[in-house]
């Protein structure tokens, strides 16, 4: 951000099959950014991807047909549809909720703090190891490089 109290992840997107949008974009809100102390983490924003009909890559609907056990409707069959999550990057738009502090226990807030660790890791990722990179991304040298997806390790890096 122009105030250095965080940063914004933007990506465009040519039209597609998928969805409308033509940026999604992720905003951190870190109010000691510039400070040498450790980011604290104020808020994320995220964004809603508007899916086109049927092609939302973060669920799937399953159908499945339900007969009635007993009352009235004993015997009648009824079809069913369950949104079922799939893994897909377009997760990284919808960042966990902050609940109060009331509404949790020691292990709810501890979940809930490594989720929000890991989503900052992949916006950290994204922000000093892919965007400042993009030109290498896009010719292939980045994989040239000798960039080990699997350690997460750039040449030159401890």
């Not at 940063?7 to 949008?21: G, I, K, M, S």
């Not at 226990?105 to 660790?117: M, S």
Request: aromatic share 10%.
């Amino acid at each position: 951000d122009e105030d250095g109290m965080g940063f914004a992840l933007e990506f465009h997107f040519a039209p597609n099959r998928h969805f409308t949008n033509t940026v999604l974009r992720k905003k951190y809100t870190i109010p000691n950014l510039l400070l040498d102390d450790e980011p604290i983490l104020k808020n994320v924003e995220g964004c809603e991807i508007k899916w086109k009909e049927g092609m939302c890559l973060t669920h799937r609907e399953i159908k499945k047909k339900q007969r009635a056990k007993s009352g009235k409707n004993a015997g009648t069959i009824r079809t069913i549809i369950k949104k079922e999550k799939q893994d897909s990057f377009f997760h990284f738009f919808k960042p966990p909720k902050i609940p109060t502090m009331d509404e949790m226990d020691e292990d709810e807030a501890d979940a809930i703090e490594q989720a929000f660790d890991v989503d900052y890791d992949v916006a950290q990722a994204f922000r000093s190891h892919i965007i400042s990179k993009a030109a290498l991304w896009f010719t292939g040298e980045a994989l040239d490089e000798g960039f080990d997806i699997a350690e997460g390790e750039w040449p030159g890096e401890a």
